[in-house]
């Protein structure tokens, strides 16, 4: 993988971190929780800018992806899940949905409006 030390070392920690959706938030804990354990192992603390480019870089290579809200990020699910097969699909189908609903939405949206209701036939009665 193109991945630099201080990406590996960061998605090793969100995969570890990461919901059992494997949401994760570029948020401030998450950030202080991090340099905590860099602390504890010895190592140099990363600071905010380069923990941002690691969120940034590691969506690049799609092995996270941004999703809807201010800094919340999803892991993906085709490398790295916590919960079981079974989980892992679902999670998975919910992300292949979401890439389809709006368009289909729009779509249905469209042709419901353009039908006009004296177009609607009405059963007769028995």
């Known amino acids: ?64 992806s941004k999703t809807k809200g201010r800094g919340l990020y999803q892991v993906s699910p085709v490398f790295f899940f916590r919960g079981s097969e079974e989980q892992r699909a679902k999670v998975l189908r919910n992300i292949l949905e979401a890439i389809n609903k709006e368009p289909i939405n729009k779509l249905r949206r469209k042709l419901l409006t353009g039908i006009k209701p004296s177009s609607f036939q009405v059963p007769e009665p028995d």
Request: hydrophobic letters at 40%.
């Open 1 to 64: 993988m193109k991945l630099s030390k201080s990406e590996r070392i960061f998605l090793d920690f969100i995969t570890e971190e990461m919901d059992d959706n494997n949401f994760i938030a570029n948020s401030a804990q998450v950030r202080d929780k991090f340099n905590s354990l860099l602390t504890k192992i010895g190592q140099d603390i990363y600071s905010d800018t380069t923990i941002h480019r690691c969120f940034a870089n590691l969506a690049k290579s799609h092995l996270i």
